[in-house]
Each structure stands twice: as structure tokens, then as C-alpha cells.
T-cell receptor
């Protein structure tokens, strides 16, 4: 069974601060996705990383896939209240190509 | 283009009852996946349908079942409800069979079992 561990589980910061969220596994994934979920809504895909060592930027968000394709990180620069939400990582892999989700990091950015 | 829609949005049932949830994918999308989200376990994969055929299944008991219709709409059914089935049930659709295709989620159905 492939598992994804996300840390921290909860994060409360002030507007303007930087933060990093981690997603770790002992398994290798073909690709890894990051989603953001807001209350009352389903998750929305932010990015997919495929190649080991890959770095993708989406405005103030920087995503990195580990060299061994077992871990990933999400870094947010100068966080804003609009960044508040549940951040989920999800790995695609295994013989049956199921998408395995981490339990998420609940981020609160206070104005 | 309309997004993924799920009905109903909220549902309250009692133990032992059964429930049917509905999902309408984005127009042109043929793959529909279902997930259960709980605070303790997070998002867990239930099953995936493509062109009316179940293509993949998660580790859930047989009380959880689903189907897909020729118009790609999907339903999932849970029989003999248990308290632990209380969760947000999410449906997601994508255009084709490719697992790297972007998956779009609906807003979910919040099921409460009393």
C-alpha cells in the first residue's frame, strides 16, 4: 500500500510570511499532484510534477518533486488570506494507477 | 462550460438505510471517479468508471457500489449504512483514460449517518 505523509497537519501564519508544506512517501510515484480545497468545495488541481527534481512555479507558489520521486514540497512566498485552504498532495503510481492522497495540510493565513 | 455537479449536496440517513448519490461529469468527460473524504482518513479512492465499465476499485466493502450510464453520468450506492460512512463523497471527472489527464472535482455530497 502506498502512503503519503503530509506535514505539518495544521499551519496558521500571518499575511506576508513564507511557508513550506511537505509530502513524503517511501514509495516511488509516476507523478505527483497538488490540490487546494476550500470549504464546501471539491479539490482543485494546482500542479502536476512528473520528472524527478522538477520545479514548477505558479505565481507565489513553488512546487518541487524529489529526485527519487518519493517526496514533494510546496513553498508559498508572502502568503495572503486568499491562500487559506486545505492543501492536498496526491501520488499516481502502483500497478493499478490509483491516485493516493495525503491527509492534507490545513493552512490559515491571517490578515 | 459547466463543472462537475453532484446531487444532493447534503443528506441525512439513519443506520441500516441505503443511499444513492449522483454525479454529472463535465460535458465530454467519460471517466468518473468517486472518493470518500473524512477528517481521520483523508481522501480515499472508491472506484472509477470509464465508458460504463468499472476500471479500478479501492479497498472498500461490497456495501459500496457504483455504476455509470451511457451519458457518462454516474451513481454510487451505499447499502446498510453505518455511522462510519458519514463523510464527504466527492466525484471527479476527466476527459479520457489517461491517468495524467486533469481531474476535476465536484463540490461533494455531505452524508451524515445517525
Amino acid at each position: 500500500t502506498q502512503l503519503l505523509e503530509q506535514s505539518p497537519q495544521f499551519l496558521s501564519i500571518q499575511e506576508g510570511e513564507n511557508l513550506t508544506v511537505y509530502c513524503n512517501s517511501s514509495s516511488v510515484f509516476s507523478s505527483l499532484q497538488w490540490y487546494r480545497q476550500e470549504p464546501g468545495e471539491g479539490p482543485v488541481l494546482l500542479v502536476t510534477v512528473v520528472t524527478g527534481g522538477e520545479v514548477k512555479k505558479l505565481k507565489r507558489l513553488t512546487f518541487q518533486f524529489g529526485d527519487a520521486r518519493k517526496d514533494s514540497s510546496l513553498h508559498i512566498t508572502a502568503a495572503q488570506p486568499g491562500d487559506t485552504g486545505l492543501y492536498l498532495c496526491a501520488g499516481l503510481g502502483g500497478s493499478n494507477y490509483k491516485l493516493t492522497f495525503g491527509k492534507g495540510t490545513l493552512l490559515t493565513v491571517n490578515p | 462550460k459547466a463543472g462537475v455537479t453532484q446531487t444532493p449536496r447534503y443528506l441525512i440517513k439513519t443506520r441500516g438505510q441505503q443511499v444513492t448519490l449522483s454525479c454529472s461529469p463535465i460535458s465530454g468527460h467519460r471517466s468518473v471517479s468517486w472518493y470518500q473524504q473524512t477528517p481521520g482518513q483523508g481522501l480515499q479512492f472508491l472506484f472509477e468508471y470509464f465508458s460504463e465499465t468499472q476500471r479500478n476499485k479501492g479497498n472498500f466493502p461490497g456495501r459500496f457500489s457504483g455504476r455509470q450510464f451511457s451519458n457518462s453520468r454516474s451513481e454510487m450506492n451505499v447499502s446498510t449504512l453505518e455511522l462510519g460512512d458519514s463523510a464527504l463523497y466527492l466525484c471527479a471527472s476527466r476527459r479520457g483514460q489517461g491517468y495524467t489527464d486533469t481531474q476535476y472535482f465536484g463540490p461533494g455530497t455531505r452524508l451524515t449517518v445517525l
